[in-house]
């Protein structure tokens, strides 16, 4: 008889090993908080608007496309993928921004306008950022389970050793004089969930997922994804369960032994959660846990997010399908979020448009935004802020794109901290995890496998790789294969 795992949440990384452990005769079930599969990743639908509730940017498609393959699949087999152009537009004031296209060589040459010479120094500091990528997937993104610092050791790793110690910030401002340039090349490691100052060089692998291998879009959104992995995981055996919020892991003899849901007790020979770390140890007694209140106090976070999804009943002008609005200082927003945790005063934003790539999104002659501004955790959320904050944001869209918007707008809600501790059990309502800084990488960051309790396992942004969705599926594979390696051994 197999065993039966039960996995608890449905971000991509649970959606990952479920399909992976199903493959290998597991009897599996995911169980879901909410209403619907997806974790940060769901999507909803309001008065003929659809919104992506989180992940927006698809990066490193080569990830995506091995993990179909692992299944005898493709990518294709499942969703339709557009590579963007322009990938995205920066917004550095009133016409003033930059937009980055589809080709380095087309990227090159907006550097060189900007900067006499920064097109050949781009070219070197993408040969870095190529090689480090092809060190990071090839020799450690699948293999770095995070049980030992050796995994990190390699004959390649061991020639990059500097760029673990320097820093991303540091490296470009050496090449490049420019303050847009450095910017453009800075930004990308935001999506590691900390500052670039703070940021392993190594990391310039995100670099080339920029520039190197594009932004990409799926027909309907980024949920493409999620239906693909969830339609993968039944024709694999997989059950799925909706509005299954587990409320205990329950331990017979110091191991697990069952899970409960709506007081009623799930037998499982292996738990796996792909759900909020910390949360995840306040489901059983103390002493099984690995991590104190203090640990997870002390960590470096990579940042919340205010949201807001808005629906507006004629076409916007000037946008594309990815925004950036970088017309305020960078640093001052940073220290807000990494240094004194304060609401910024002029915060960076970012804006994303899909129905102008797929006008099936949002109503006839309307247009669907969804609005990030990265926060501070744990801040005092209440909608008086939030109302204060999309002023702000809404004058700005409105002055440096040159149209009037707020009276378009038939559509609005949004989503903070206190949203992401109620609807994920978020800790301090992060939207990323923990930031990837050099003193929380690999095997750094918290346990793959719990040091107490032999068959409960973690997945996602808590734990290796990192956050992202790339790194978030890797994590469904890492834990698959610790789970299939340890079983063999038994």
């Not at 769901?42 to 919104?51: A, I, Y």
């Amino acid at each position: 008889m197999s065993k039966k795992i039960s996995i608890i949440g449905s971000g991509f990384s649970s959606l990952a090993s479920a399909c992976y452990l199903a493959k290998q005769g597991y009897e599996v079930s995911v169980f879901e908080k909410n209403n619907s599969l997806g974790g940060r990743a769901r999507q909803f639908k309001k008065e003929g608007f659809t919104f992506d509730m989180g992940p927006s940017w698809y990066w490193m498609p080569d990830v995506f496309d091995k993990f179909f393959n692992d299944f005898g699949k493709k990518t294709s087999d499942y969703y339709t993928l557009k590579k963007l152009n322009p990938a995205y537009k920066v917004f550095f004031g009133k016409n003033d921004f930059i937009e980055i296209e589809d080709s380095l060589e087309k990227i090159k040459k907006v550097f060189e306008k900007h900067e006499k010479g920064s097109s050949i120094a781009l070219e070197k500091f993408m040969a870095i950022a190529k090689d480090n990528y092809a060190i990071a997937v090839t020799d450690l993104l699948y293999k770095m389970p995070g049980l030992s610092p050796l995994e990190l050791i390699t004959k390649k790793t061991v020639l990059k050793a500097g760029s673990f110690l320097s820093n991303i910030r540091k490296e470009v401002r050496k090449r490049f004089k420019n303050k847009k340039l450095r910017l453009l090349l800075e930004f990308p490691v935001l999506f590691l969930g900390a500052k670039s100052s703070n940021t392993p060089a190594f990391y310039s692998f995100m670099n080339h997922a920029d520039y190197g291998l594009g932004t990409w879009q799926p027909t309907n959104g980024f949920y493409d994804v999620v239906l693909a992995m969830v339609d993968l995981g039944k024709s694999l055996g997989v059950k799925y369960y909706v509005d299954h919020e587990v409320t205990s892991i329950n331990i017979v003899d110091k191991k697990v032994d069952s899970i409960t849901i709506s007081n009623k007790k799930i037998k499982s020979d292996i738990v796996v959660s792909g759900a909020d770390y910390a949360h995840t140890e306040t489901l059983f007694n103390n002493k099984f846990r690995q991590y104190s209140k203090k640990y997870w106090s002390k960590r470096t976070w990579a940042p919340s997010s205010l949201l807001f999804y808005v629906g507006f009943d004629k076409k916007l002008k000037n946008v594309s399908h990815h925004n950036l609005f970088f017309d305020t200082d960078i640093d001052n927003h940073a220290k807000n979020i990494y240094d004194i945790s304060n609401w910024p005063k002029d915060p960076l934003f970012y804006a994303n448009f899909t129905s102008i790539t797929n006008p099936k999104t949002a109503p006839k002659g309307c247009e669907n935004a969804f609005f990030l501004i990265p926060i501070a955790t744990n801040l005092d959320d209440n909608n008086d802020v939030r109302e204060k904050y999309f002023e702000i944001i809404i004058k700005r869209l409105e002055s440096l794109t040159g149209q009037t918007l707020k009276k378009n707008i038939i559509f609005k809600t949004s989503y903070c901290v206190n949203d992401f501790k109620e609807d994920y059990n978020s800790y301090g309502g992060n939207a990323y995890g923990l930031a990837n800084t050099l003193l929380q990488t690999a095997f750094l960051r918290p346990k793959i496998r719990s040091k107490k309790l032999k068959n409960l396992y973690f997945s996602g942004q808590l734990t290796v790789p990192g956050p992202g969705v790339p790194p978030a599926i890797v994590s469904g594979k890492l834990v698959s294969d610790l789970i299939i390696s340890n079983e063999k051994t038994i």
